[in-house]
């Protein structure tokens, strides 16, 4: 069974900085696109950055400049650093694999909170 685990999120102070990591685990035998998504009080979930088993990324416009994702292939982790923090990413943060095990399909983290607050 293959299970996303996220961790790092917390509390910061309006410019600050926090890092996300996501590790997938299970029987799997390989995972294309990896990504991070938010869903804020109110609103649907979007995406906030992916990237490829290649290393091409994107970025939503909102995050461009402030928010770096990464990964690294041989450890099934994918990782995002956010810099600079404005009260406006305050979400809950999840992870997101399209994921080869047994069948292809995307897998879902359950969340990490992230708060920026004064």
């Known amino acids: 069974q293959v299970q996303l685990v996220e961790s790092g999120g917390g509390l910061v102070q309006p410019g600050g900085s926090l890092r996300l990591s996501c590790a997938a685990s299970?029987?799997?035998?390989?995972?294309?696109?990896m990504g991070w998504y938010r869903q804020a009080p109110g609103k649907e979930r979007e995406l906030v950055a992916r990237?490829?088993?290649?290393?091409?990324?994107n970025y939503a416009l909102s995050v461009k400049d402030r928010f770096t994702i990464s990964r690294v292939n041989a450890k099934n982790t994918v990782h995002l650093q956010m810099n600079s923090l404005k009260p406006e990413d305050t979400a809950l943060y999840y992870c997101?694999?399209?994921?080869?095990?047994?069948?292809?399909?995307?897998?879902w983290g359950q969340g990490t909170q992230v708060t920026v607050s004064s």
């Open positions: 997101n694999a399209d994921i080869v095990a047994t069948i292809r399909s995307v897998y």
């Open positions: 990237i490829t088993s290649g290393g091409s990324t």
């Open positions: 299970g029987s799997i035998f390989s995972i294309y696109t």
